[in-house]
Nanobody, 127 residues
Framework: QVQLVESGGGLVQAGGSLRLSCAAS????????MGWFRQAPGKEREFVAA????????YYTNSVRGRFTISRDNAKNTMYLQMNSLKPEDTAVYYC????????????????????WGQGTQVTVSS
C-alpha cells in the first residue's frame, strides 16, 4: 500500500511555470507505475502524464506535450511534474496516482488503471 501527497500548486500567470511534487510513503516506490491527472470544475478527471517504474518511459496527453515534463526520483520516493508555458485551460486540481506494477515497464493513461490517489493540489492559471 502507498500513500500519496501532492504539493506545489498555486496561482500563476499565463506563460508561467510551476513544479508539482508527489511524495509517496513506503519502501517499494520503484514498483509503482505513476501518473498525473487533472480535473477542472464540471469536467471529468483526465489524464495528463505517466511514467514507468524506472522513469525510462513517459507519455503525455497531446495538450501538454512539449510544455510539461514528468519525472521521478525513486531514491526520494517522489514524482514530479514540471509545467511550463502554462495556459488558463491548464487550471484544475492536479492529482498524482500510483499502481503496483512490479513487472511492467509500460505506462498507463486511464483513471481505472490506478488504485492509489493523492488528495490533489490546485493549479490556477490567470490570463
Amino acid at each position: 500500500q502507498v500513500q500519496l501527497v501532492e504539493s506545489g500548486g498555486g496561482l500563476v500567470q499565463a506563460g508561467g511555470s510551476l513544479r508539482l511534487s508527489c511524495a509517496a510513503s513506503g519502501r517499494i516506490f520503484n514498483r509503482y507505475a505513476m501518473g498525473w491527472f487533472r480535473q477542472a470544475p464540471g469536467k471529468e478527471r483526465e489524464f495528463v502524464a505517466a511514467i514507468s517504474l524506472s522513469g525510462g518511459n513517459t507519455y503525455y496527453t497531446n495538450s501538454v506535450r512539449g510544455r510539461f515534463t514528468i519525472s521521478r526520483d525513486n531514491a526520494k520516493n517522489t514524482m514530479y511534474l514540471q509545467m511550463n508555458s502554462l495556459k488558463p485551460e491548464d487550471t484544475a486540481v492536479y492529482y498524482c496516482a500510483a499502481d503496483y506494477r512490479p513487472y511492467s515497464g509500460t505506462v498507463f493513461s486511464n483513471v481505472a488503471d490506478y488504485g492509489y490517489w493523492g488528495q490533489g493540489t490546485q493549479v490556477t492559471v490567470s490570463s
